[in-house]
């Protein structure tokens, strides 16, 4: 979904979990599928994770959880917390588009894949890469409160604990913190630029 960037405020959802894969954030069955609904894929975000061969919720996964369960529609948990190497695997782009569909805006993790990293940002969600001491304090944060709230200032580039004061900055391409705070991909962003490219074509 096509959402200006500004400052979001948010709590998180809490994934503890090191190398999780493409696969495991959306299952390669769902590949198959001739749809680019949104709604289609978030709801089959951690599919395996979150359901079981009967389609019945798992209760112990952490979106199923009384605390978790809530979706990022009702204004909460707009920001997934996960473990390194977040993405890893497949280069499919489904799994932004799952991340995407369920309503996540944000993951903030100590390192992603890089072509997931980039299929998260060429579809709105934004990939903030912290340090793995920042990391395990908010999944610590989370686990005493799960209401805590972290705040990423795309602006100026800083992401906050808001239980603790503490912040990092984070690294974003030029290009990309521009479209997304614009809201614009990457066709929306040459069509910007049109009157600009006909003058210079005139101009030859």
Same mark, same amino acid.
């Given at each position: ?21 493409? %696969? ?23 599919? %395996? ?13 952490? +979106? @199923? ?33 799952? #991340? ?7 993951? #903030? ?28 304090? $908010?999944?610590?944060? *989370? ?18 604990? $808001?239980?603790?004061?503490?912040? /990092? ?10 479209? $997304?705070? @614009?809201?614009? %991909?990457? *066709?929306?962003?040459? +069509? /910007?630029?049109?009157?600009? #490219?006909?003058?210079? /074509?005139?101009?030859?």
């Amino acid at each position: 979904m096509k959402q200006k960037f500004d400052v979001i405020e948010s709590s998180c959802v809490p994934l503890p979990l090191e190398n999780v894969d493409t %696969d495991q954030i959306i299952p390669a069955r769902f590949l198959k599928a001739t749809t680019r609904d949104e709604k289609f894929f978030g709801d089959n975000l951690f599919r %395996d994770w979150r359901f079981d061969p009967q389609g019945q919720p798992r209760k112990d996964f952490v +979106l @199923n959880t009384p605390d978790f369960s809530a979706a990022p529609s009702e204004g909460v948990h707009q920001i997934l917390v996960a473990g390194k190497n977040f993405g890893s695997g497949s280069s499919r782009e489904h799994a932004a588009w799952a #991340i995407a569909g369920y309503g996540f805006r944000v993951v #903030i993790s100590s390192f992603f894949a890089d072509i997931h990293k980039n299929n998260e940002l060429n579809n709105f969600v934004l990939p903030v890469v912290v340090s793995e001491a920042f990391l395990a304090e $908010l999944f610590e944060t *989370i686990s005493k409160d799960p209401q805590a709230k972290v705040r990423v200032d795309v602006p100026n580039q800083k992401v906050t604990n $808001l239980s603790t004061g503490r912040c /990092e900055s984070f690294e974003i391409n030029g290009y990309k913190k521009y479209c $997304l705070m @614009n809201a614009l %991909d990457d *066709i929306d962003y040459l +069509l /910007e630029q049109k009157a600009k #490219i006909e003058a210079f /074509e005139a101009g030859r």
